[in-house]
């Protein structure tokens, strides 16, 4: 099935749905993951899963050709109906914005949210960069009133210009500040997370988020590999678009040590705090 760019492949019989969490996740205090499909349309440049390949459970088409299509898992619901447990902490999700564009085609967030409000887990985050999200307003507050429930909604920059060159397939960045305060004023709780760091103007993206959500703010600087010497890291992509652009320096540790200091600052200053890694994203599992 096909809508302008994206392509959706037949449904995946998957044999789980929840995953024990690892790494990154696990150290934040997540018990599980969930990922409701395999690629995603948003084909964001500098998108870590492309490089985890088969660890990832990816196919060799998955990362060759992300973005351009998705393979839904068309069980998903009734896997999560067979697989939840009360003192779970679910993180959806790791590999796929689990409002990617085809979700509007494919409906499956509103099959395992009421899986979800079936039998609660402890936590569930949704993190994502899609006012699709919206959809579903009726059924997360539903949910709120049985779990905690919690939306990690991602802003990685304030320049419009940037968000084109790095995520020109995801929603311009004002639309996406309103959807966290949309989702804040219908009472969910909602962060604004800086994540990746894409460039920007420190403490206004600071000020923007902070003004849209009225929490502390969460993010990440990109993956590099000289930190990061195993695992998964920013893709080729995103480094092609940095170098035509002269970003370079947004791949420096330093540099990104600065950049997260001055966001920290801002945030202080306005009696928030900015926490980054594992420790940053353990306020979402809590």
Not at 145 to 170: A, D, G, M, W
Not at 178 to 185: F, G, K, M, Q
Not at 239 to 245: D, E, G, K, L
Request: some cysteine; hydrophobic content about 40%.
């Amino acid at each position: 099935m096909q809508a302008g760019r994206i392509e959706i492949r037949d449904g995946v019989v998957a044999r789980t749905i929840l995953s024990p969490t690892t790494g990154f996740i696990a150290e934040a205090g997540f018990t599980h993951s969930l990922t409701p499909a395999r690629n995603c349309t948003f084909g964001c440049t500098y998108c870590y899963v492309p490089t985890m390949r088969v660890q990832g459970g990816l196919k060799p088409e998955d990362w060759q050709r992300w973005g351009q299509f998705t393979t839904f898992k068309s069980n998903a619901a009734e896997l999560l109906r067979r697989e939840l447990r009360g003192q779970q902490r679910i993180y959806c999700s790791p590999m796929v914005d689990p409002y990617q564009p085809g979700e509007e085609l494919e409906r499956m967030m509103p099959r395992i949210l009421d899986a979800l409000l079936e039998a609660p887990p402890r936590v569930f985050v949704l993190q994502t960069r899609g006012p699709l999200i919206m959809r579903d307003l009726d059924p997360l507050q539903a949910l709120a009133q049985r779990t905690t429930l919690r939306v990690s909604f991602s802003i990685t920059t304030n320049r419009e210009n940037v968000r084109k060159l790095y995520e020109p397939h995801c929603a311009p960045i004002r639309e996406r500040l309103d959807v966290i305060r949309a989702l804040r004023d219908a009472g969910i709780e909602t962060y604004a997370t800086l994540a990746p760091l894409l460039p920007c103007d420190p403490e206004e993206l600071a000020l923007l988020a902070l003004e849209a959500s009225g929490r502390d703010l969460i993010g990440d600087p990109l993956h590099i590999r000289s930190a990061k010497p195993r695992g998964a890291t920013t893709r080729d992509a995103a480094f092609r678009v940095s170098a035509s652009h002269h970003h370079q320096k947004w791949f420096d540790p330093a540099f990104q040590e600065e950049v997260v200091g001055r966001i920290q600052a801002a945030a202080y200053a306005l009696g928030h705090d900015f926490s980054t890694g594992p420790s940053g994203f353990a306020t979402l599992a809590l």
